[in-house]
């Protein structure tokens, strides 16, 4: 979940690699670091901090040369601070630049202090360093060293290592964590993804697990776990666009949130016929089905769980929706499970990843549904489907969300439809319906207006609740999650049945409850929890549909102390249309607070470690 970069024989390397971390900095930003290889050794410069730091020392102190590595960090073993910074050097003769944990570190560590290696870091990554050293002085080529130095290590890893003993090549590896290389006519780049090398190239090779080798100039050798010499097909993916900017906006998630409509737009649209039916782009015979498995983390992991309810509802195919990290520690039984869906927007967090691998070890067919259309999960799985909301650079993920629970609404419908629960009218009410979504999305925008003034209350807050029923619990769930990682303010998201059964206890004078409502078959019942709420001396923010926001009011007219709707909908896009208050509501709480949007304390937007 650190970004990692490399390049052999691009001139002025540097500005090449600076640039490719960051299109690579969404995968961490704790410390950034660049070495080039000099007649002499490395020139290496460090900072602590995003990107801009290491930006500023290099244009300060600038490198020359035309081979270097680059890493951004998302610090794992090792606190954030430069010694922890890599490139991690090694003696003088290896530099590293590594992404993910090896885990038998301790153990190797413990061997390389007793023969005298000293340590310089905190970091799993230096272990690496050392063994290169060693290896490198036991073997009379790079590749074989590399090959030595992985008969060492265990865990999941993807590095590239620098050396002065080969100053033409670059030993790379990759297991588990992703590791791509790019071609150009000139020089031969690594990374840890297509996207980090769009500026230079399109050309490229998607390392396999336990995948090794190393790269000049102008040659790619690789191996494969077995150590025999592999060629891995050149894949020319799709022009990656340009660092992607503001286009005005504050920040890239106020972007992104406001880019919903075309998210699902064009999510629709590549899942729709002429006639403006749904189609999957591949077949999925939702018949011969038994159960699903959705597996997901984070934000995904609650799209997943609103799908769950959809597939279950309308199809009558039932779902275990689980968060990725646990599910296959757990020993789940499979016997029913013929179809496992890993969500994710990049495609490549671990433990989803590992996941879907799993099942497929135990003979479940995968599928991936992804935003990035080259991530590991897309390559890797039998079928893939894809959200077409663009690249998301905010840490916290907005369209992409939306887009996934637009195709989990139609991956349900479509299920529903061939296995014989919707009929037909049903199945194009709900196309028609659909096809509204992004006007209405468009609409439901002005929501951003009432809650810019609601949310100085909600800043000073200490912590909050979220309540929903049906398909709204997971959005209360997303809400809380939004405004924990946004705003660092603590908050919980309970089904609103389940708030008698424990959390009331917290209810206190002032406590924030965020309700949220749609006209529903739970709008009774969400009322009552909200009144019991209330009478406790609970702050009510109602985040509800037009018809269900009038009903509390006549109901129960001071009720709320703050009200945001949305324009009314079928019960079935209620999760998607309140999504967009919910998401707002954290966006200014974080504004307000002043803390980093974009880029939240301890987070990264993508994590391929477990
Ligand atoms: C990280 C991000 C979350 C994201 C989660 C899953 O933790 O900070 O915003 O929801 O990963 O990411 P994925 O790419 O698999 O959807």
Same mark, same amino acid.
């Given at each position: 979940?650190?970004?990692?970069?490399?390049?052999?024989?691009?001139?002025?390397?540097?500005?090449?690699?600076?640039?490719?971390?960051?299109?690579?900095?969404?995968?961490?930003?704790?410390?950034?670091?660049?070495?080039?290889?000099?007649?002499?050794?490395?020139?290496?410069?460090?900072a602590?901090?995003?990107?801009?730091?290491?930006?500023?020392?290099?244009?300060?102190?600038?490198l020359?040369g035309?081979?270097?590595?680059?890493?951004t960090?998302?610090?794992?073993?090792?606190?954030?601070?430069?010694?922890n910074?890599?490139?991690i050097?090694?003696?003088?003769?290896?530099?590293v630049?590594?992404?993910?944990?090896?885990?038998?570190h301790r153990?190797?560590?413990?061997?390389?202090?007793?023969?005298?290696?000293k340590?310089?870091?905190?970091?799993?990554?230096?272990?690496?360093?050392?063994?290169?050293?060693?290896?490198?002085?036991n073997?009379?080529?790079?590749?074989?060293?590399?090959?030595?130095?992985?008969?060492?290590?265990?865990?999941?890893?993807?590095?590239?290592?620098?050396?002065?003993?080969?100053?033409?090549?670059?030993?790379?590896?990759?297991?588990a964590?992703?590791?791509?290389?790019?071609?150009?006519?000139?020089?031969?780049?690594?990374?840890?993804d297509?996207?980090?090398?769009?500026?230079?190239t399109?050309?490229?090779?998607f390392?396999?697990?336990?995948?090794?080798?190393?790269?000049?100039?102008?040659?790619?050798?690789?191996?494969?776990s077995?150590?025999?010499?592999?060629?891995r097909?050149?894949?020319?993916?799709?022009?990656s666009?340009?660092?992607?900017?503001?286009?005005?906006?504050?920040?890239?998630?106020?972007?992104?949130?406001h880019?919903?409509?075309?998210?699902?737009?064009?999510?629709?649209?590549?899942?729709?016929?002429?006639?403006?039916?749904?189609?999957?782009?591949?077949?999925?015979?939702?018949?011969?089905?038994?159960?699903?498995?959705?597996?997901?983390?984070?934000?995904?992991?609650?799209a997943?769980?609103?799908?769950?309810?959809?597939?279950?509802?309308?199809?009558d195919?039932?779902?275990?929706?689980?968060?990725?990290?646990?599910?296959?520690?757990?020993?789940p039984? =499979?016997?029913q499970?013929?179809?496992? $869906? #890993?969500i @994710?927007?990049?495609?490549?967090?671990?433990?989803?990843? *590992?996941?879907l /691998?799993?099942?497929?070890?135990?003979?479940?067919?995968?599928?991936?549904?992804v935003?990035?259309?080259?991530?590991?999960?897309?390559?890797?799985?039998?079928?893939?489907?894809?959200?077409?909301?663009?690249?998301?650079?905010?840490?916290?993920?907005?369209?992409?969300?939306?887009?996934?629970?637009?195709?989990?609404?139609?991956?349900?419908?479509?299920?529903?439809?061939?296995?014989?629960?919707?009929?037909?009218?049903?199945r194009?009410?709900?196309?028609?319906? =659909?096809?509204?979504?992004?006007?209405? $999305? #468009?609409e @439901?925008?002005?929501?951003?207006?009432?809650?810019k003034? *609601?949310?100085? /209350?909600?800043?000073?807050?200490?912590?909050?609740?979220?309540?929903?029923r049906?398909?709204?619990?997971?959005?209360?769930?997303?809400?809380?999650?939004?405004?924990?990682?946004?705003?660092?303010?603590?908050?919980?998201g309970?089904?609103?049945?389940?708030?008698?059964?424990?959390p009331?206890?917290?209810?206190?004078?002032?406590l924030?409850?965020?309700?949220?409502?749609?006209d529903d078959?739970?709008l009774?019942?969400?009322?009552?929890?909200?009144v019991?709420?209330?009478?406790?001396?609970?702050?009510i $923010?109602?985040?509800?549909?037009d018809?269900?926001?009038?009903?509390?009011?006549?109901?129960?007219?001071?009720?709320?102390?703050?009200?945001?709707?949305?324009?009314?909908?079928?019960?079935?896009l209620?999760?998607?249309?309140?999504?967009?208050?919910?998401?707002?509501?954290?966006?200014?709480?974080?504004?307000?607070?002043?803390?980093?949007?974009?880029?939240p304390?301890?987070l990264?937007?993508?994590?391929?470690?477990?």
């Amino acid at each position: 979940m650190c970004g990692i970069i490399g390049a052999i024989g691009y001139p002025n390397a540097a500005d090449a690699l600076l640039q490719g971390l960051r299109r690579l900095e969404y995968r961490g930003y704790d410390s950034a670091g660049i070495a080039v290889s000099t007649k002499t050794g490395f020139d290496v410069r460090r900072a602590v901090g995003k990107l801009n730091a290491l930006a500023e020392v290099i244009s300060t102190s600038p490198l020359k040369g035309n081979t270097g590595i680059g890493h951004t960090r998302w610090a794992t073993h090792g606190g954030v601070k430069i010694e922890n910074a890599h490139p991690i050097l090694a003696q003088d003769r290896v530099a590293v630049v590594h992404n993910g944990i090896i885990e038998n570190h301790r153990t190797l560590r413990k061997s390389l202090e007793a023969k005298g290696c000293k340590f310089t870091s905190d970091t799993d990554t230096e272990v690496l360093a050392h063994l290169f050293v060693d290896a490198m002085d036991n073997t009379d080529n790079l590749h074989d060293a590399t090959a030595k130095v992985l008969g060492q290590i265990e865990g999941a890893y993807a590095f590239v290592i620098m050396t002065t003993d080969y100053p033409d090549q670059l030993a790379i590896a990759r297991q588990a964590s992703p590791l791509a290389v790019g071609l150009t006519d000139e020089a031969i780049f690594v990374g840890s993804d297509a996207i980090a090398m769009g500026d230079v190239t399109q050309k490229i090779i998607f390392l396999k697990d336990g995948d090794y080798g190393t790269i000049s100039h102008d040659h790619v050798h690789l191996s494969d776990s077995d150590g025999q010499t592999v060629n891995r097909e050149v894949v020319v993916v799709a022009a990656s666009p340009g660092l992607v900017s503001k286009e005005g906006y504050h920040h890239f998630m106020e972007k992104e949130i406001h880019e919903q409509p075309d998210a699902v737009l064009h999510t629709l649209s590549a899942m729709t016929d002429s006639n403006g039916g749904f189609h999957l782009p591949q077949f999925i015979d939702f018949t011969k089905l038994t159960a699903m498995a959705y597996l997901a983390a984070g934000t995904s992991f609650h799209a997943g769980l609103i799908g769950r309810y959809w597939m279950e509802q309308l199809a009558d195919l039932p779902v275990v929706t689980e968060i990725a990290s646990e599910f296959r520690y757990r020993h789940p039984s =499979l016997r029913q499970i013929s179809l496992a $869906l #890993g969500i @994710s927007q990049s495609g490549e967090s671990l433990d989803t990843l *590992m996941a879907l /691998r799993y099942m497929a070890e135990k003979g479940v067919n995968t599928a991936a549904l992804v935003n990035v259309d080259t991530s590991t999960m897309a390559r890797e799985s039998g079928l893939h489907l894809i959200t077409r909301a663009g690249p998301e650079i905010g840490v916290a993920s907005t369209k992409s969300y939306m887009a996934q629970m637009t195709v989990l609404l139609i991956l349900a419908v479509v299920a529903g439809h061939q296995r014989g629960i919707i009929p037909d009218q049903r199945r194009q009410e709900i196309e028609a319906m =659909l096809s509204s979504l992004p006007r209405l $999305l #468009g609409e @439901s925008m002005a929501c951003s207006d009432t809650i810019k003034p *609601m949310v100085a /209350r909600l800043a000073k807050a200490k912590s909050c609740l979220y309540l929903g029923r049906g398909t709204l619990y997971p959005l209360a769930l997303e809400g809380a999650l939004k405004l924990k990682e946004l705003s660092y303010i603590h908050a919980e998201g309970y089904a609103g049945g389940e708030m008698k059964h424990g959390p009331i206890a917290l209810i206190e004078e002032g406590l924030p409850v965020v309700a949220i409502l749609a006209d529903d078959e739970h709008l009774g019942k969400m009322i009552s929890n909200v009144v019991e709420a209330k009478a406790r001396g609970a702050d009510i $923010l109602l985040v509800a549909t037009d018809s269900a926001a009038r009903q509390v009011v006549e109901e129960s007219p001071e009720l709320a102390e703050m009200v945001v709707t949305v324009p009314d909908c079928d019960p079935l896009l209620a999760p998607l249309l309140l999504s967009l208050p919910i998401q707002f509501l954290a966006y200014f709480t974080a504004v307000h607070k002043g803390t980093d949007v974009d880029q939240p304390r301890n987070l990264a937007k993508s994590v391929t470690v477990e």
